[in-house]
T-cell receptor, first 114, second 111 residues
């Protein structure tokens, strides 16, 4: 079975550019989570969805960040405009239910903003 | 707000020594999950604890959930090089639908 699929695996872009990260959750999972990981701040939960509806976006750092889940098989995390401090590994995870099921993580997108 | 404190941040051990990481929540948790992240990898689910006082074992790993459902621990007996990585706890608040992660404990095997 396919796991959580994230694209791209690596992204290098200049500051000020728009960045779009993509995630395909495991089929049948109805909850999706976006995380950011850096050496300085560790693993941060940014936002999560249940049945395509955002439940908690309190971890989104600022208005430059936005996330959507237009359908059950696709989600995007967008940064516009990007800044060097946004450089991090961004993980997407999905689970069968919101709160009492394991989260399955994708391999992550390594983002570098120059 | 709700917090989960995880200690220690790092633990250096000789291969064969034991390792323990602790998580303490400011509020009651409905459940707690443990994940392992190898260097360069992504977090991988290890186990979930739900019941007060629950203890679960996976080979050399022992997981506990406190009686008050506010703390948890992971103990590894006789560490091996394959145990290297960062161990995270993550708990769901009992009174709200909020997921809180610990900061992780990095297990380092001394050469």
């Amino acid at each position: 079975d396919a796991g959580v699929i994230q694209s791209p695996r690596h992204e290098v872009t200049e500051m000020g550019q728009e960045v779009t990260l993509r995630c395909k959750p495991i089929s049948g999972h109805n909850s999706l989570f976006w995380y950011r990981q850096t050496m300085m701040r560790g693993l941060e939960l940014l936002i999560y969805f249940n049945n395509n509806v955002p439940i908690d976006d309190s971890g989104m750092p600022e208005d430059r960040f936005s996330a959507k889940m237009p359908n059950a098989s696709f989600s995007t995390l967008k940064i516009q405009p990007s800044e060097p401090r946004d450089s991090a590994v961004y993980f997407c995870a999905s689970s069968f239910q919101l709160s009492n099921q394991p989260q399955h993580f994708g391999d992550g997108t390594r983002l570098s903003i120059l | 707000g709700q917090q989960v404190m995880q200690i220690p941040q790092y633990q250096h051990v000789q291969e064969g020594e034991d390792f323990t990481t602790y998580c303490n929540s400011s509020t009651t948790l409905s459940n707690i999950q443990w994940y392992k992240q190898r260097p360069g990898g992504h977090p991988v689910f290890l186990i979930q604890l739900v019941k007060s006082g629950e203890v679960k074992k996976q080979k050399r790993l022992t997981f506990q959930f406190g009686e008050a459902k506010k703390n948890s621990s992971l103990h590894i007996t006789a560490t091996q090089t394959t145990d290297v990585g960062t161990y995270f706890c993550a708990g769901w608040g009992d009174s709200n639908y909020q997921l809180i992660w610990g900061a992780g404990t990095k297990l380092i095997i001394k050469p």
